[in-house]
């Protein structure tokens, strides 16, 4: 129960802590280097859901071990398959 409460608590002072930088940039003359790096930091943080994706669902992501599969496979070996095509990566088909 304590887990969820902590996350949502430090979410939500670092949302505080990041409007203030904002606030402090657009209203405040004399705002300076660190309200400027914690306003970027956070937007910056703010796109890095949306471009990350577990390697597993990636669609076209390449299996671990793919440079030993591939070397088996040019000894006659198993194909590397993708992650993104039905299976498991790197599976046998």
Same mark, same amino acid.
């Given at each position: 129960m304590a887990g969820p409460?902590? @996350?949502r608590g430090v979410a939500l002072g670092?949302? #505080?802590?990041?409007?203030? #930088?904002v606030a402090r940039l657009v209203l405040t003359p004399d705002a300076g280097a660190l *309200?400027?790096? +914690?306003?970027a930091g956070g937007w910056g943080l703010?796109?890095?859901?949306?471009?990350c +994706?577990?390697?597993?669902r990636a669609v076209g992501a390449l299996a671990a071990g793919r440079w030993r599969e591939a070397w @088996?496979?040019? @000894?006659?070996?198993a194909e +590397?398959?993708?992650?993104? *095509?039905g299976g498991r990566a790197g599976v046998d088909r």
């Amino acid at each position: 129960m304590a887990g969820p409460i902590v @996350r949502r608590g430090v979410a939500l002072g670092l949302g #505080a802590l990041w409007w203030w #930088a904002v606030a402090r940039l657009v209203l405040t003359p004399d705002a300076g280097a660190l *309200e400027g790096a +914690v306003a970027a930091g956070g937007w910056g943080l703010s796109l890095l859901p949306v471009h990350c +994706v577990p390697k597993a669902r990636a669609v076209g992501a390449l299996a671990a071990g793919r440079w030993r599969e591939a070397w @088996r496979v040019g @000894r006659g070996g198993a194909e +590397v398959g993708l992650a993104g *095509e039905g299976g498991r990566a790197g599976v046998d088909r």
